[in-house]
């Protein structure tokens, strides 16, 4: 088997950005790195432009999700070219459940709290309010670092927490996930309840909800681990 691409899946209230400690890692052993911008507009489309991307690649995929990310993961990991999937700090739905109804399972995170709703022709976009941004989101993360992102926000569409997820990829791949065991973003219930329906391979990390960010060597060397179990 050729080497696996990774391709990053970021969340809502990130982009790709929110993997820059991972990826120099990932390059600097010679691996394929992908990290495309997500739209956050819901989970169906979203997951239908993710396998656009995974269509463009030639040969296997590593598809990691981050977040809200795990959710388009789960669905778009359904394309024949990925071999593995791995999750950090997100939500894992299961086929025909929406992140709604599995988040509503669990208390709510700080999160809840901390929301901005700003009204978009067609629907509402969801924010993190900046002030509170820091400590819901990353609390361990450089101050400095931390209120950059904290302003430079990627929203996510209300409406993709009313989506049913079409698929469920971890029905048919191997998977391995991450719990942020500090996260304040996502209960780290929902993080374990979702890794265990799915049967992944579970590493738990004491960390804020940006666990790529926090504890960048863990979350790569944990990739590289998943690439070369599928490659060998």
């Not at 993961?73 to 459940?97: H, I, K, P, Q, S």
């Amino acid at each position: 088997m050729s080497q696996p691409t990774i391709v990053l899946v970021h969340g809502a209230f990130a982009d790709a950005s929110s993997f820059a400690r991972v990826i120099p890692e990932l390059l600097a052993d010679g691996l394929k790195v992908v990290a495309p911008a997500v739209p956050n507009r819901s989970l169906v489309g979203d997951a239908e432009y993710l396998g656009s991307v995974l269509a463009a690649i030639d040969g296997p995929v590593v598809l990691v999700g981050h977040s809200y990310g795990c959710a388009v993961v789960t669905v778009a990991g359904v394309a024949e070219n990925v071999r593995a999937l791995v999750y950090l700090a997100g939500f894992v739905v299961d086929e025909d459940e929406a992140l709604g109804e599995l988040q509503g399972r669990f208390p709510d995170s700080d999160l809840a709290q901390a929301l901005d709703a700003t009204p978009f022709p067609g629907g509402i976009d969801l924010s993190v309010d900046p002030e509170k941004f820091p400590a819901v989101f990353a609390h361990d993360v450089d101050p400095a670092l931390a209120a950059v992102l904290a302003v430079s926000q990627r929203p996510l569409s209300a409406a993709a927490f009313g989506d049913k997820a079409p698929a469920a990829a971890w029905r048919t791949r191997p998977a391995w996930g991450v719990v942020a065991a500090s996260d304040h973003t996502i209960n780290p219930e929902v993080q374990r309840f979702g890794y265990q329906r799915a049967g992944a391979d579970v590493v738990e990390v004491d960390s804020s909800h940006l666990v790529m960010l926090s504890q960048p060597a863990i979350v790569a060397d944990l990739i590289k681990g998943v690439v070369k179990s599928v490659s060998g």
